[in-house]
């Protein structure tokens, strides 16, 4: 791959507009479960209350240059901060690098920050806020707009895994009286369905059910994590592969046929 200086000038840039949209990806992840405002009132240290310095609100760069502790009372800032950040601006250049520089890897990139949030918060709080999925449906509604002609596909991917799992649940509580999903990740797999279409939705409930499968296997052997699966970041993990490659995927496996 041969870059321009132009091209490698537009993908740091990417790059510094992913870690900063992270850091205000961090706030959702503190705020949203609280019910605090996260739009008018400032970044404060969660111990002493201190406010935070502008200077000391540069993503990533802050972190190391304050070694991980607030500047007032040195109490440890979680390394979550850092990683978020980080983590959204790379995957930012990754995305804009497979699928180009367009509209859609704007629209990607977005989705792929909500899917992020909600896998942190899910992680932690076993919920899957409402309003996250509100956000992936807005994103879907507008990317359904840009491709008029897949309609279908994506308006079938609407119902596509949500449906099936909806049905899930309902026999699971006639036979069980358990439930077989929560309520967020089917309504994660409606909206984020209408934005990937029903083939790349169902790709990424089967991804995320084998890395959910696998990976949570190993975290009950190896620490004591709870037997309570948050399915959110492995749903959110197969989305994202998915809406990159699904239809690589898919063509190389009928391929195989
Ligand atoms: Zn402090």
Same mark, same amino acid.
């Given at each position: 791959?041969?870059?321009?200086?132009?091209?490698?000038?537009?993908?740091?840039?990417?790059?510094?507009?992913?870690?900063?949209?992270?850091?205000?990806?961090?706030?959702?992840?503190?705020?949203?479960?609280?019910?605090?405002?996260?739009?008018?009132?400032?970044?404060?240290?969660?111990?002493?209350?201190?406010?935070?310095?502008?200077?000391?609100?540069?993503?990533?760069?802050?972190?190391?240059?304050?070694?991980?502790?607030?500047?007032?009372?040195?109490?440890?800032?979680?390394?979550? +901060?850092? =990683?978020?950040? %980080? &983590? $959204?601006?790379?995957?930012? /250049?990754?995305?804009?690098?497979?699928?180009? @520089?367009?509209? !859609?890897?704007?629209?990607?990139?977005?989705?792929?920050?909500?899917?992020?949030?909600?896998?942190?918060?899910?992680?932690?709080? +076993?919920? =899957?806020?409402? %309003? &996250? $999925?509100?956000?992936?449906? /807005?994103?879907?509604?507008?990317?359904?707009? @840009?491709?008029? !002609?897949?309609?279908?596909?994506?308006?079938?991917?609407?119902?596509?895994?949500?449906?099936?799992?909806?049905?899930?649940?309902?026999?699971?509580?006639?036979?069980?009286?358990?439930?077989?999903?929560?309520?967020?990740?089917?309504?994660?797999?409606?909206?984020?369905?209408?934005?990937?279409?029903?083939?790349?939705?169902?790709?990424?409930?089967?991804?995320?059910?084998?890395?959910?499968?696998?990976?949570?296997?190993?975290?009950?052997?190896?620490?004591?994590?709870?037997?309570?699966?948050?399915?959110?970041?492995?749903?959110?993990?197969?989305?994202?592969?998915?809406?990159?490659?699904?239809?690589?995927?898919?063509?190389?496996?009928?391929?195989?046929?």
């Amino acid at each position: 791959m041969n870059l321009t200086a132009a091209e490698a000038i537009v993908y740091i840039l990417i790059f510094i507009y992913g870690i900063v949209l992270g850091s205000f990806l961090n706030v959702l992840i503190y705020r949203i479960p609280n019910k605090e405002n996260f739009t008018t009132e400032r970044s404060h240290c969660m111990k002493c209350g201190g406010k935070i310095k502008w200077y000391d609100l540069i993503p990533v760069l802050s972190y190391i240059i304050l070694r991980g502790r607030c500047r007032y009372c040195k109490e440890k800032i979680s390394v979550q +901060y850092p =990683i978020v950040e %980080g &983590l $959204n601006g790379l995957l930012y /250049v990754f995305i804009f690098l497979v699928n180009g @520089l367009n509209i !859609d890897s704007i629209l990607i990139s977005l989705v792929t920050s909500v899917f992020i949030v909600i896998s942190v918060i899910d992680w932690r709080t +076993y919920e =899957i806020p409402f %309003g &996250l $999925n509100i956000a992936i449906f /807005v994103l879907a509604v507008i990317r359904v707009a @840009l491709k008029p !002609d897949e309609w279908v596909s994506h308006l079938t991917g609407f119902v596509a895994v949500s449906g099936f799992m909806v049905l899930c649940l309902i026999i699971g509580r006639l036979i069980k009286g358990v439930d077989a999903f929560g309520g967020g990740d089917i309504k994660l797999m409606a909206a984020a369905g209408l934005f990937a279409g029903w083939k790349c939705v169902i790709l990424a409930f089967l991804i995320g059910c084998v890395l959910g499968a696998i990976i949570h296997t190993i975290r009950m052997k190896v620490t004591d994590a709870d037997r309570v699966l948050a399915f959110g970041p492995y749903l959110c993990a197969g989305l994202f592969i998915s809406i990159l490659f699904g239809n690589n995927i898919i063509d190389w496996y009928f391929g195989m046929l």
